[in-house]
């Protein structure tokens, strides 16, 4: 699945990006940018691993994945921080937001696939 995919990139470029920031800012931005990815990849793996049989367990795969987009989206505000702090230049902001616009785009296509592969299970 690309979403898996681009999770874990969304979640080593955060890590390797991260760990340029001050060390001051440890604790206040860098770690939470960094749990914030690691618990997107995690919910993008969790929601895959569920293979719905009935409407419980596709309610479970759905409950991961808007899990993973409601972080992905709180993510957001925290790249636009980090970068207004840090002074982030453009192009690596640009790169950065990139890959978490694609993974907002790839966990609610795979919803919205969701939707209708499993709409009629009980």
Not at 18 to 43: M, W
Not at 61 to 90: K, W
């Amino acid at each position: 699945m690309e979403f898996i995919h681009t999770a874990r990139e969304l979640r080593l470029y955060t890590t390797r990006k991260v760990t340029g920031f001050p060390k001051r800012y440890t604790f206040t931005v860098a770690n939470p940018l960094a749990d914030s990815a690691r618990r997107i990849h995690q919910y993008c793996k969790m929601a895959n691993s569920v293979y719905p049989l009935n409407a419980h367990e596709a309610q479970i795969r759905r409950d991961y994945l808007i899990r993973a987009n409601a972080e992905l989206n709180a993510m957001v505000s925290d790249i636009e921080f980090a970068a207004e702090l840090f002074g982030i230049q453009p192009d690596t902001m640009k790169f950065w937001m990139d890959i978490v616009d694609r993974e907002i785009r790839l966990v609610k296509g795979t919803m919205k696939r969701d939707r209708e592969r499993y709409k009629n299970l009980e």
